[in-house]
């Protein structure tokens, strides 16, 4: 063993220069944990991969491309003024503080733990199997969803129970189960539901059973709920990858809630009081993409579902 240094027992800083004893005498700081984020390299649909190691609070994230998904005119991500500050040898500095969703551009960025799990998951051949999308109302998570679906229905979507009446289209069954007040009370006292919030004066929950069904027989399952939901699942199934769809701006989600013409003024308006909340959650995820091209996000979230582009669409829906 190293000798120690003796110490003054009175006071552990008596022997530094008067400037330095407060500095070292305060605890210990944790040194700043450091994570790895997995960044696309290249084009939007670049299957490579590059490892960014980025300090704890950032997101590592790219710099914004402007028009980077074709839809110039259409709240293209604010680019970064500044090109990133770079040390010495010339490797780039990691940025301090998280960007804002504004900032963010439509490529994945991922932390360590949900890349580990779903990179993990798959070398075992265990892929990830539960993934749960959240995001604002209007930023587009039923598009996504839907086009993926068309594409790959082996990824089995819960149908979730609601109280909201059903708008012009939709199907008891099909988008949602839609019930009453007695109803949705019912499912809550007999633990039906893996979890429930109540949203913009309407309740929402997932029912358990078909969710569990579909994990036990290992089919990808995606669940498409809001911040509250999202929350109460990560506690209970703290395995699932939780993805986080951003808007562009806050102009373009507002211009497609309203645009959508589902909801009349007044709720709209709740809803958005609801999205500056859930945007501001949007690090307690463990991925964001940001929706400026439905094209590829469904791309991305195939990819982190861990459907492979060549799978055999076809499975039962
Ligand atoms: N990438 C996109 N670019 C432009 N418009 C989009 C994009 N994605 C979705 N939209 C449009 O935005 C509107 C809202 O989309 P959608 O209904 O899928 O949102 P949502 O997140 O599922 O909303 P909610 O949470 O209220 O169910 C729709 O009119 C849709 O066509
Ligand atoms: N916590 C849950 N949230 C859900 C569920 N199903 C849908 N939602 C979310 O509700 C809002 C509003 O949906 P809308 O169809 O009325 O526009 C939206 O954010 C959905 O994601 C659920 O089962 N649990």
């Known amino acids: 063993m190293r ?23 305060e605890p210990p700081r944790r040194p700043g944990r450091r994570r790895r984020v997995l960044s696309a390299a290249a084009g939007p649909r670049s299957a490579r991969w590059y490892k960014r190691p980025i300090a704890t609070g950032s997101a590592g994230r790219r710099p914004a491309r402007a028009a980077s ?19 010495r040898r010339g490797r780039r500095r990691p940025r301090r503080g998280r960007p804002s969703f504004r900032e963010l551009d439509p490529h994945v960025s991922y932390d360590s733990a949900s890349a580990s799990r779903a990179e993990g998951g ?3 051949g265990r892929a990830q199997r539960l993934t749960v999308l959240s995001g604002p109302s209007g930023v587009g998570k039923s598009t996504v969803v839907r086009e993926l679906r068309a594409e790959h229905p082996e990824v089995w979507l819960s149908v979730s129970a ?6 012009p289209g939709e199907t008891d069954g099909v988008e949602y189960h839609f019930t009453d007040d007695a109803g949705f009370d ?4 007999a633990g039906e539901l893996l979890e429930w919030a109540q949203f913009a004066g309407n309740r929402y929950g997932t029912p358990r059973a078909p969710v569990e069904e579909r994990l036990r027989g290992g ?8 911040l509250q939901g999202a929350r109460q699942v990560r506690e209970t199934m703290p395995e699932a990858l939780q993805v986080f769809l951003a808007p562009p701006s806050w102009e373009e989600l507002v211009r497609r809630l309203t645009g959508r013409g589902t909801e009349p003024p007044e709720v709209v308006q709740r809803r958005l009081d609801t999205a500056r909340v859930e945007l ?38």
């Open 122 to 124: 798959r070398r075992s």
């Open 186 to 189: 019912a499912m809550i006292a």
């Open 69 to 87: 998904a074709g839809q110039a005119g259409r709240g293209e991500p604010a680019a970064r003024s500044a090109e990133p500050a770079r040390t």
């Open 3 to 25: 000798g120690a240094p003796e110490r003054d027992r009175r006071c552990p800083t008596a022997a530094l220069p008067r400037r330095r004893r407060r500095r070292r005498a």
């Open 280 to 317: 501001a959650a949007e690090k307690e995820f463990d991925v964001t993409l940001v929706n400026t091209s439905v094209d590829e996000v469904r791309e991305r979230l195939l990819a982190l579902i861990g459907v492979r582009g060549d799978a055999a669409p076809g499975a039962p829906a």
């Open 219 to 226: 089919r990808p399952v995606l669940l498409e709920i809001d």
């Open 162 to 167: 609601t109280t909201r009446a059903p708008r």
